[in-house]
């Protein structure tokens, strides 16, 4: 049975160049404060440190500060990185931002990109895959309630243990992070739906809905379930006028991604499971340049609201049915991002409502 598309967008630590980290964090929240009267359905945030790029190092911090300030207000993360993450510590703080809010908790995890994070933590890259792994499954089991132990490398409970504080029956839902189509199946695996990014084309995007489906069908979990996609967005009047936004924006986000991620140097090498990324991120530097921005742009969510709806609708046809909208991207002052927040929210939106099938 399908399932209604529902809207949310990503906040983050973003804004005009010159502002203090403590005046971006408070536009954040009145970004999110205009979701919550707006009715969106939750606010996300991503997780980095060290630099410009979404300086927010504890997004499960930040979001208890929004779950106080807009109360019914889901909230999202895209994504924690669970291999900086004692298990235990991790599993304990979802479970206090889950008691702490009276909306619907969404994380959304991941294995992180950036070498020069892993480098900061002292976290040897090519250990990710199973620390994202025994920090995953040792969540999903504590959070179920009742006495836990667990045998791993980097959480070891042998005494009966349960985790506080105790759920009482409302869990968060959980998403995995997907970089590649291989990452399709392991999510499948883990027993995560997939978190996709608008940056993949839509043939690649169908692949991996449809292996993580396959895979998950035949080890006879539900398929049925809340599909996200992260997607870049500016909503204008006009489409011009939503264009000459992308284009003033987005080639400093990504000359920013640039240098966080130092993709230039290609620094992940040969490091296991992450082979693919110098390849990936081989042509970054290329989108600094608004010229080289066509092609993203029109992948993404750029123009007015009849436009955004129409390639909405694409993305709804192609099974998503949860949007993780935003332009709070570095430097895009906050009457941009709420420009779109409003577009997006009295205009695109209900264009969408009208083009969904009856039930």
Same mark, same amino acid.
């Given at each position: 049975?399908?399932?209604?598309?529902?809207?949310?967008?990503?906040?983050?630590?973003?804004?005009?160049?010159?502002?203090?980290?403590?005046?971006?964090?408070?536009?954040?929240?009145?970004?999110?404060?205009?979701?919550?009267?707006?009715?969106?359905?939750?606010?996300?945030m991503v997780e980095h440190h060290f630099s410009?790029?979404?300086?927010?190092?504890?997004?499960?911090?930040?979001?208890?500060?929004?779950?106080?300030?807009?109360?019914?207000?889901?909230?999202?993360?895209?994504?924690?990185?669970?291999?900086?993450?004692?298990?235990?510590?991790?599993?304990?703080?979802?479970?206090?931002?889950?008691?702490?809010?009276?909306?619907?908790?969404?994380?959304?995890?991941?294995?992180?990109?950036?070498?020069?994070?892993?480098?900061?933590?002292?976290?040897?890259?090519?250990?990710?895959?199973?620390?994202?792994?025994?920090?995953?499954? #040792?969540?999903? %089991?504590? !959070?179920?309630?009742?006495?836990? &132990?667990?045998?791993?490398?980097? @959480?070891?409970?042998?005494? $009966? +243990?349960?985790?506080?504080?105790?759920?009482?029956?409302?869990?968060?839902?959980?998403?995995?992070?997907?970089?590649?189509?291989?990452?399709?199946?392991?999510?499948?695996?883990?027993?995560?739906?997939?978190?996709?990014?608008?940056? #993949?084309?839509? %043939?690649? !995007?169908?692949?991996?809905?449809? &292996?993580?489906?396959?895979?998950? @069908?035949?080890?006879?979990? $539900? +398929?049925?379930?809340?599909?996200?996609?992260?997607?870049?967005?500016?909503?204008?009047?006009?489409?011009?006028?939503?264009?000459?936004?992308?284009?003033?924006?987005?080639?400093?986000?990504?000359?920013?991604?640039?240098?966080?991620?130092?993709?230039?140097?290609?620094?992940?090498?040969?490091?296991?499971?992450?082979?693919?990324?110098?390849?990936?991120?081989?042509?970054?530097?290329?989108?600094?340049?608004?010229?080289?921005?066509?092609?993203?742009?029109?992948?993404?969510?750029?123009?007015?609201?009849?436009?955004?709806?129409?390639?909405?609708?694409a993305y709804i046809d192609l099974g998503f049915?949860?949007?993780?909208?935003?332009?709070?991207?570095?430097?895009?002052?906050?009457?941009?991002?709420?420009?779109?927040?409003?577009?997006?929210?009295?205009?695109?939106?209900?264009?969408?409502?009208?083009?969904?099938?009856?039930?």
């Amino acid at each position: 049975m399908a399932t209604e598309a529902r809207f949310a967008y990503q906040i983050g630590a973003v804004g005009e160049a010159g502002l203090t980290d403590r005046q971006l964090y408070r536009e954040a929240i009145a970004d999110a404060e205009l979701l919550h009267r707006l009715r969106y359905d939750a606010a996300w945030m991503v997780e980095h440190h060290f630099s410009d790029y979404y300086p927010q190092p504890n997004p499960l911090l930040f979001l208890s500060h929004v779950a106080a300030a807009c109360p019914g207000l889901g909230l999202g993360t895209s994504v924690m990185v669970l291999p900086w993450y004692d298990p235990v510590r991790f599993a304990e703080d979802v479970a206090m931002l889950q008691t702490l809010s009276d909306g619907a908790l969404h994380i959304g995890m991941g294995r992180g990109t950036a070498k020069s994070e892993y480098d900061a933590f002292g976290i040897g890259m090519e250990t990710a895959r199973d620390r994202f792994r025994e920090c995953w499954e #040792f969540t999903r %089991k504590a !959070l179920q309630g009742g006495p836990v &132990t667990h045998a791993g490398h980097y @959480a070891n409970w042998t005494t $009966p +243990t349960v985790l506080r504080p105790a759920l009482e029956g409302r869990m968060p839902n959980f998403y995995g992070a997907i970089g590649s189509l291989e990452s399709a199946a392991i999510m499948a695996d883990l027993g995560l739906p997939p978190l996709c990014l608008s940056s #993949f084309p839509d %043939k690649l !995007l169908r692949r991996i809905l449809e &292996t993580w489906k396959d895979r998950s @069908a035949a080890a006879g979990r $539900p +398929t049925d379930v809340t599909l996200p996609i992260s997607i870049k967005c500016f909503v204008a009047e006009t489409d011009e006028a939503a264009q000459a936004q992308a284009l003033e924006y987005l080639p400093k986000f990504f000359a920013l991604q640039v240098e966080h991620y130092q993709s230039d140097h290609a620094p992940w090498g040969n490091i296991p499971g992450y082979e693919q990324f110098n390849r990936m991120f081989a042509n970054l530097r290329q989108l600094s340049d608004p010229a080289n921005l066509g092609g993203y742009l029109a992948q993404n969510l750029i123009g007015s609201p009849a436009t955004v709806a129409r390639r909405l609708q694409a993305y709804i046809d192609l099974g998503f049915n949860y949007m993780v909208v935003s332009n709070a991207t570095y430097g895009v002052p906050q009457l941009v991002r709420h420009q779109t927040i409003r577009l997006f929210a009295e205009e695109v939106i209900p264009r969408v409502r009208a083009l969904a099938p009856a039930a």
